[in-house]
């Protein structure tokens, strides 16, 4: 019978309704901005939900709803797709290096009128990182100032000294390559995009810069070249590999004690420890390696700020919250213990001085005193609209660069070209030629 | 086989013609098995000894990850292997009946635009599935129900090859005359093909179910873009997850591969239990002359 | 069934019945007309829905692109018309010719041994003489149940020289690592995890296209002495000749979409780029670098190759057929 059909369908159809109900979640909020509030909050840390658990406890009218939509790249994947939709959390992670993207696609609010007030709880360089045209569009969450985590124990038994600056660092390289060949000092892929314009920014270069309203690219100037031509010296050395990170291959070299350091930033230590906790009491960190003798200065390699999108119908306590996560002296200490992340908050960095060093190095007692004179003298880093762009082609390029065996400041070449070729088809104003 | 030789030449023949054969299929099976097996031991390694004891020897660590991996996230991965089979389970039974109906109609009645549906519906073989991804998110959600259950079940109800089959397998079981003689006594269109073409048709529909819940058990990049709730993951996009940690935090190895063997298990004993009722030559059914 | 005619129709038994059929038919005729397309109505809703308006969506979409409004150092995008802009920029890419270059080996390896190991194991079981057919038909399926993202992280793992026990072997014997996840090595590589996932299925298919060929074919060969390899290759195949024609289709079908298996791999090798094959680029372009209208031109000029070389296909296979002796 027809009304047969009619009838199922009708069934399906209020079933389907019962569904949605039960399951769309995140987004949905009063109206009235009086009564308790529901915000929906994006990110990856590990220890996320147990700090905003924290929160929604002393906050009975501003509750949080945590979701881990992935690492950092696949969250700022699906917070475009979403934002396209409209369909954005009220909040969420992003990190530094694709907050200008992010910025582009009319994503992050501008929040500077609400956070104002914890101006003052960081550094300018920190702050420096999510505000642009003189318009705050994210609260700094943490940084990556970068540091040098080693192996102390397979040092001491090559008999070579911690090296300071990159001539020693590849000199050291060098040696344990001699010594063992199967042991590598430390692996520096195509991939990692942000090292790479670490160390050139610590060189003096300057990947991105604004002046007068207009972009200038600076991927292939002289002190990035000069860096490409060392690194691409180690690797044709021996003293360096170039194998990926983090993979299944990576992490039994960590375990196996033939993977001996990992120049990266504060955040490592906890990462090395997830995928080799036996070699805990190993490791010890120290500060990145110096181009000049005597230089204290590094720039940031990854961090992240939490941003308040526009699709959030509460951005008011959105932003207090983002504000009490990660300016406060509560939400920063909880980053720094909780979240295992180095805080971008003064008072969180004030608050790592007192804590005990991570599990990796627990033999190491006056770690955050390192730390924090590291962070003390840092570069910043100004990322372009088109990070994206530039990180792919800076990867595929080095990496034929790598397996063809020709010049590296041919692939930083090859990536200043085309981001800035992107850049000028977007609509940009920049002075490249 | 009939005459058995007595001279010595052709037995050896025979003889090596007897093993080839078996020994050629079992290296297959074993080729086909060697990671099933590698899972399956790996996941009872420890997240040290994962990387550093040969492949092939087990652990002691089975209990352990599989307390982690049912603890993870608050009990996420229960949650992921429930939604895969709501996903599968309810999107299969959907998909049947709409393909079923859809191919019987294809099959056994000529009306206009009946060509046209059918190709078209066919072709949608021929678009990947990603170009297809964004749209339906961006449609899905002008009414709201992206990120739901419903996002994720919806799309795969429509499927060209369940409805090819059906067709095919409608025209070959039903009689058109046993239609006819039906009409005849009385009966309406739904009730024939409720009482009389369904039941015809149920081998067909088995296999149409089968295939569709393979197929949505396994799929990954829908779920992937349609969802951002970590708890409405099914088990393909939850176990990713667990990889694609980016390198602030490392991949959690351990979890995701004890995950993988925990989630291949009924997969496997629901196609072993379901094999008997396959009719898979009806996949090549039409394409005969 | 009996055929009475009911009453009410006003028909009678008479002796000629069909002179009173198309009375009944023409007051039945209202049914019978509605009925196909009440039946297809969720499939074609369901069609136009979630396949034809997303691809009408994506092509308006590959003729827009985005242009910078607002002013200051970031301002945002706006999206305007462009014309063939895209599929211009798309198509000069060469970086999308090397895709298709790369699709190409991958293809030339991965849909002959597909077919051809499916064709065989499928023989085989088919065969008298083997045994453990069972337990290998079983085995052997067994991939399928495995989604394709686990499957490439178990490869992945048998593939990494640390974890390898394929390269352990081989260094234990003193020949170091097996190079799979190098060039050339990755072509294989990336072939053998695909054609393990459907070899099982692809097998299945034809075999039970084999299974249903009339076992008098067989006696009349037998008899006249032909030995099982002959029949297998006279009788056998040529008879299975549309499922293997399906099997092929499929297989060129998901070499120019391969996407899941390189992607899963990348993040354990140097040798597979962003833009390794197009799927992937198209990917880049989405979700990446938020070019959905270059992403949208893309996808179609892959759809339009996707069809031209499955019509190719189907036309020489029709060709043969009719042809050649079916």
């Known amino acids: 019978m027809r009304s047969r059909i009619i009838a199922s369908l009708a069934t399906l159809a209020v079933a389907g309704l019962a569904l949605t109900g039960c399951s769309s979640g995140g987004g949905d909020s009063d109206a009235s901005d009086s009564g308790p509030v529901t915000l929906s909050f994006w990110s990856w840390a590990p220890g996320t939900k147990q700090i905003v658990d924290t929160w929604n406890k002393s906050h009975p009218d501003i509750q949080v709803k945590y979701t881990d939509a992935g690492g950092g790249n696949d969250s700022s994947a699906k917070l475009l797709t979403a934002s396209r939709a409209g369909n954005a959390p009220d909040l969420s992670a992003v990190e530094y290096t694709t907050l200008p993207a992010m910025i582009v696609a009319d994503v992050p609010l501008d929040i500077t009128r609400y956070v104002k007030d914890v101006k003052k709880n960081y550094t300018k360089g920190t702050w420096d990182q999510t505000t642009f045209d003189g318009h705050v569009y994210a609260v700094p969450q943490d940084v990556g100032p970068m540091a040098f985590p080693y192996r102390w124990d397979k040092l001491k038994e090559y008999n070579i000294p911690v090296p300071t600056t990159w001539e020693d660092f590849d000199k050291a390289g060098v040696a344990i390559h001699n010594a063992d060949p199967k042991v590598s000092l430390a692996s520096l892929p195509a991939d990692q995009f942000g090292f790479y314009g670490g160390v050139a920014t610590q060189a003096g270069g300057s990947w991105w810069s604004i002046k007068d309203g207009k972009w200038t690219v600076g991927i292939a100037d002289e002190a990035s070249l000069k860096v490409a031509d060392f690194f691409e010296k180690m690797s044709k050395d021996g003293a360096i590999t170039t194998e990926p990170l983090l993979t299944p291959e990576w992490n039994k070299q960590v375990n196996d004690g033939t993977m001996l350091s990992w120049p990266s930033a504060l955040w490592a230590p906890g990462v090395i420890q997830g995928v080799a906790p036996e070699t805990d009491g190993k490791w010890e960190l120290g500060p990145l390696p110096q181009w000049t003798a005597g230089d204290t200065a590094v720039a940031y390699q990854g961090g992240s700020g939490v941003i308040v999108t526009k699709d959030s119908k509460h951005p008011k306590q959105a932003a207090e919250f983002a504000k009490w996560y990660n300016a406060s002296e509560e939400g920063a200490t909880l980053l720094l213990n909780v979240g295992n992340v180095y805080p971008a908050a003064i008072s969180g960095q004030e608050a790592a001085k007192s804590s005990k060093p991570p599990a990796l190095m627990p033999q190491q007692t006056d770690y955050y005193s390192v730390a924090a004179k590291i962070a003390s003298n840092t570069i910043p880093v100004t990322w372009g609209p088109d990070f994206n762009v530039a990180q792919t082609t800076f990867t595929d390029a080095l990496n034929k660069a790598i397996q063809n065996g020709t010049p590296w400041r041919n692939a930083f070449i090859a990536t200043q070209n085309a981001v800035v070729k992107d850049m000028k088809q977007s609509g940009y104003k920049v002075t490249n030629q | ?289 | 069934m009996p055929l009475v005619t009911s009453p009410e129709s006003g028909a009678t038994t008479s002796a000629v019945p069909r002179r009173s059929t198309p009375v009944r038919v023409r007051g039945r005729r209202h049914h019978v007309h509605l009925a196909p397309y009440l039946f297809v109505a969720p499939a074609v809703v369901l069609f136009v829905v979630f396949m034809l308006v997303p691809i009408v969506y994506a092509i308006w979409l590959s003729f827009q692109t985005y242009h910078l409004v607002g002013g200051g150092i970031l301002g945002h995008r706006e999206q305007v018309f462009a014309g063939f802009e895209n599929y211009g920029s798309v198509l000069a890419d060469p970086n999308l010719i090397a895709g298709f270059g790369r699709l190409g080996i991958y293809g030339l390896i991965a849909v002959p041994l597909n077919l051809g190991l499916a064709l065989l194991f499928a023989l085989l079981l088919d065969a008298p003489a083997s045994r453990a057919k069972r337990f290998s038909r079983t085995a052997i399926f067994v991939p399928y149940a495995v989604p394709g993202v686990v499957a490439a992280l178990l490869w992945g793992f048998m593939y990494l020289p640390g974890t390898s026990p394929f390269s352990y072997i081989t260094q234990s014997l003193g020949w170091g690592d097996i190079p799979f996840l190098e060039n050339p090595g990755i072509f294989g590589s990336l072939a053998n995890i695909a054609i393990w996932g459907v070899v099982g299925f692809n097998m299945i298919i034809i075999y039970t296209s084999l299974r249903g060929i009339p076992s008098e074919m067989y006696e009349a060969a037998r008899l006249d002495g032909a030995n099982e390899l002959q029949i297998a290759l006279r009788v056998k195949i040529p008879l299975a000749t549309p499922a293997l024609v399906l099997t092929a289709i499929f297989s060129l079908i998901g070499t120019l979409q391969v996407y899941g298996e390189p992607t899963t791999l990348k993040p354990m090798t140097n040798v597979i780029s962003q833009s390794w094959v197009p799927l992937m680029m198209i990917y880049r372009d989405a979700f990446l670098t938020d070019n959905l209208p270059s992403a949208a031109a893309l996808s179609v000029v892959l759809a339009l190759g996707t069809v031209v070389v499955s019509a190719i296909v189907l036309l020489l296979a029709n060709r043969r057929n009719s042809g050649g002796v079916a």
Not at chain 2, 158 to 163: D, L
Not at chain 2, 257 to 266: K, R
């Open chain 2, 1 to 289: 086989m009939s005459a058995i030789a007595t001279r010595t030449g052709p037995r050896k023949k025979a003889d090596r013609g007897k093993v080839l054969p078996t020994v050629v299929l079992l290296i297959g099976a074993i080729y086909c098995l060697i990671p099933v097996a590698w899972v399956f031991v790996a996941s009872t390694k420890s997240r040290s000894q994962l990387f550093t004891t040969f492949t092939f020897t087990p652990g002691d660590g089975l209990v352990d990850n599989l307390r982690s991996l049912f603890t993870y996230g608050g009990g996420q991965f229960g949650l992921w292997a429930l939604n895969s089979v709501i996903y599968a389970g309810l999107g299969a039974v959907l998909s049947t009946f709409v393909s079923t109906m859809a191919g019987y109609a294809l099959a056994k009645y000529e009306f206009k635009g009946r060509s046209v549906i059918f190709y078209s519906i066919l072709g949608g073989v021929l678009i990947p599935g990603i170009t297809l991804a964004i749209p339906q998110y961006l449609l899905l959600s002008q009414v709201g129900l992206a990120g739901g259950y419903l996002s994720v079940l919806l799309p795969v109800i429509i499927s060209p090859f369940g409805i090819y089959l059906s067709r095919v397998y409608a025209a070959a079981a039903i009689p058109s005359d046993t239609l006819e003689a039906a009409r005849i006594d009385g009966a309406n269109e739904w009730r024939i093909f409720r009482t009389i073409s369904v039941p015809l048709m149920v081998p067909g529909m088995v296999t149409v179910f089968m295939l569709q819940f393979v197929g949505i058990w396994n799929n990954f990049l829908l779920p992937f873009v349609m969802l951002s709730d970590q708890n409405n993951y099914p088990l393909t996009v939850g176990l990713y997850t667990l990889l694609a940690k980016g390198s602030g935090s490392p991949a959690l190895y351990s979890l995701a591969i004890t995950g993988a063997a925990v989630s291949i298990i009924p997969l496997i004993i629901l196609m072993l239990f379901l094999q008997r009722f396959w009719r898979l030559d009806l996949i090549s059914g039409g394409l005969k002359g």
